[in-house]
């Protein structure tokens, strides 16, 4: 069985951001990458779920957070995490032989964590996988998360995204995974707050066509109740 990447030992409070440069940086791209989507997400669905304690099993890989997209002589980040994708059959080939650990959200999912984000290195994990039940073992060679029970918003979006020709850039990071700050904008209306110190994710409810186009993404944010009810 493989070694957990992170055994969480805090409670769910205290993985409120630290690092407030890590949105802006973020977002600044963000901004100049949106411009260029073959067309304009539309959302049509948006939720805030409690979820029980889940075990994300997947493909971790770890890279600086520079994803700035308007320099083409950088190495993109997420070069190395569209490869993950590009060679993710055999993750959810194995996943499949675990239908009886799945979840209600068995989506293909690529998973944002900071916990290895500090001064010197400032490096986000990137995990490609799925939410599975908490006591699902780890197929060999693969890594995972432990996830602790946790609010998330999740928000459903269309449009068309060449996901490709994005990984290629690290566009596809940006428009897609990193897009996590209109999910917490709309949390924030019904009462929650980030914590996306835990996880910000993208979910793909149907797999890229035969030329790696999509129509449908979600994308899914830790939060925690802005005023929970006192004990």
């Given at each position: 069985m493989s070694e957990p990447i992170k055994k969480?030992?805090?409670?769910?409070?205290s993985y409120s951001p630290k690092k407030p440069e890590i949105a802006t940086m973020v977002k600044e791209v963000q901004d100049s990458v949106m411009q260029e989507s073959v067309t304009e997400p539309k959302l049509e669905k948006f939720e805030v779920?409690?979820?029980?304690?889940?075990?994300?099993?997947?493909?971790s890989v770890y890279v600086r957070a520079i994803m700035d997209t308007r320099d083409p002589t950088v190495f993109h980040s997420g070069t190395i995490c569209g490869a993950l994708w590009e060679q993710s059959d055999w993750?959810?080939?194995?996943?499949?032989g675990l239908k009886e650990y799945a979840t209600d959200d068995f989506h293909n999912v690529g998973l944002t964590t900071w916990e290895r984000y500090e001064g010197k290195n400032q490096l986000f994990g990137y995990t490609v996988g799925r939410f599975m039940k908490a006591d699902t073992?780890?197929?060999?060679?693969?890594?995972?998360?432990?996830?602790?029970?946790?609010?998330?918003?999740?928000?459903?979006?269309?449009?068309?995204?060449?996901l490709v020709s994005k990984w290629s850039t690290g566009?596809?990071?940006?428009?897609?995974?990193?897009d996590e700050c209109w999910i917490y904008d709309e949390a924030g209306r019904q009462g929650y707050d980030r914590a996306s110190g835990i996880f910000v994710a993208e979910a793909y409810p149907e797999l890229p066509d035969e030329?790696?186009?999509i129509s449908v993404w979600e994308n899914w944010g830790a939060c925690k109740l802005r005023n929970p009810p006192q004990a």
């Open positions: 969480p030992g805090k409670t769910p409070e779920v409690k979820w029980e304690p889940r075990r994300f099993i997947g493909k993750i959810f080939k194995a996943l499949d073992p780890v197929p060999d060679f693969m890594d995972y998360i432990d996830i602790p029970e946790i609010y998330v918003a999740k928000g459903t979006k269309s449009g068309k995204i060449d566009e596809y990071l940006c428009i897609v995974g990193c030329n790696g186009n």
